[in-house]
């Protein structure tokens, strides 16, 4: 009778045990800024062309990833293979994505990726219009979050308001739903930086070069990090960063954008 008990008890937990997330815990946040062809203006490694992201996203779709937001954070270990997609800057090139993603957009498989734009630029000829970002919102594929109001640095700044409540508030009224969300300009902060960022952020991401792997530790959730995936990155090589089966080594820090008026 104790056998069959323990028996059901093994059964029960096994049950409620949730899904499994990605190799021994990691959890992939990727980078990307420019998707499109490079034409020699700008850093080439910021580019992704847009036939390596389609292969790329078809590997997560054929491989069981689970795309997700900021929003559904919670739920990041009860999916199979989490991974969150994160694109900076609000480029132009970005509907590049939204293209593809309309393309892979199934049944068994939801694209979903977070775009951290710039508020003062957006509507520069090469960014993203209200409009734009408007209609990938309302895609429900995309959550339109906060780059900041001007890319500075945010330490070296003391104009938080408009940095970080400002851009908060424009992208909200564009898109009619909340900005939770902070990418860190060139992936700067520190303890001043994280406090700020508090005020109006439940997250944020910088750009170390690792997994992120849940620790508990104090204000993880705004030291979130991410890995860049480049220009020239194989396949073979997309697969093993996001399986989790790679050394991450490549950190690009990224130079003073240029903005086109």
């Known amino acids: 009778m104790r056998k069959i008990s323990l028996f059901f008890l093994c059964l029960f937990l096994c049950i409620q045990v949730p899904a499994k997330t990605s190799a021994a815990g990691k959890i992939p946040i990727l980078i990307y800024h420019s998707i499109d062809e490079f034409t020699g203006h ?19 779709r054929d491989h069981g990833f689970t795309l997700l937001t900021f929003e559904q954070w919670g739920e990041r270990n009860n999916v199979k293979k989490p991974i969150f997609i994160t694109i900076d800057d609000g480029y132009k090139n970005n509907l590049n994505v939204f293209k593809i993603f309309q393309k892979l957009q199934s049944d068994t ?37 906060s780059h900041t109001a001007t890319h500075p640095d945010l330490r070296k700044i003391t104009d938080y308001n408009h940095e970080l409540k400002d851009s908060k508030d424009k992208i909200q009224t564009i898109t009619g739903k ?44 705004y030291r979130l990090p991410r890995i860049y995936i480049k ?5 073979d090589e997309f697969a093993k960063l996001v399986e989790g089966q790679a050394k991450v080594i490549f950190n690009f820090r990224e130079v003073e954008p240029i903005y086109e008026n």
């Open 42 to 60: 700008g850093v080439s490694a910021l580019f992704v062309t847009p036939e390596n992201f389609e292969k790329q996203m078809i590997y997560l």
């Open 109 to 145: 498989f939801e694209p979903r990726a977070t775009i951290f734009a710039i508020s003062d630029y957006i509507g520069y000829p090469d960014r993203l219009s209200s409009t734009d970002l408007k209609k990938l919102s309302d895609s429900r594929m995309f959550s339109i979050q």
């Open 178 to 221: 909340p900005v939770i969300a902070l990418s860190y300009p060139y992936g700067n902060y520190n303890d001043k930086v994280i406090e700020e960022t508090k005020k109006y952020y439940k997250y944020a991401v910088a750009t170390e070069p690792k997994y992120y792997m849940e620790q508990g530790t104090k204000n993880e959730n």
């Open 231 to 235: 220009y020239d990155t194989t396949m």
